[in-house]
């Protein structure tokens, strides 16, 4: 089991900055590929952006191609995903995955993550 924890949530402003953690407890030996999937008021829950277990991997969803950042600290057993030029179109819940394998989430997108956060909320003002 492995439990994923989001934090670094909150209000800013179009144009700000936000940094969004996600902190990993439990049977981290493993290799997991991680991903942040986001769901807006009224949304189906979306893709964002992912990496593999060594970092050598990533894919961004084109709305956030260019502006999000994700990396990972496996020494601190921690996900990032740095946010900026953000716009009132990326408000959302913001969650947190885990997927065994890149390929997991590569061929199955949310289906392939076996692991999910609870999320944490940014809101972004006009």
């Known amino acids: 089991q492995v439990q994923l924890v989001e934090s670094g949530g909150g209000l800013v402003q179009a144009g700000d900055s936000l940094r969004l953690s996600c902190a990993a407890s439990g049977r981290t030996s493993s290799s997991y590929a991680m991903a942040w999937f986001r769901q807006a008021p009224g949304k189906e829950r979306e893709f964002v952006a992912a990496?593999?277990?060594?970092?050598?991997?990533?894919n961004y969803a084109g709305s956030v191609k260019g502006r999000f950042t994700i990396s990972r600290d496996n020494a601190r057993n921690t996900v990032y995903l740095q946010m900026n030029s953000l716009k009132p179109d990326d408000t959302a819940v913001y969650y947190c995955a885990a997927a065994r394998t890149w390929n997991d989430y590569d061929t199955q997108g949310a289906y392939g993550m076996e692991y999910w956060g609870k999320g944490t909320l940014v809101t972004v003002s006009s």
């Open positions: 990496i593999s277990w060594g970092g050598g991997s990533t």
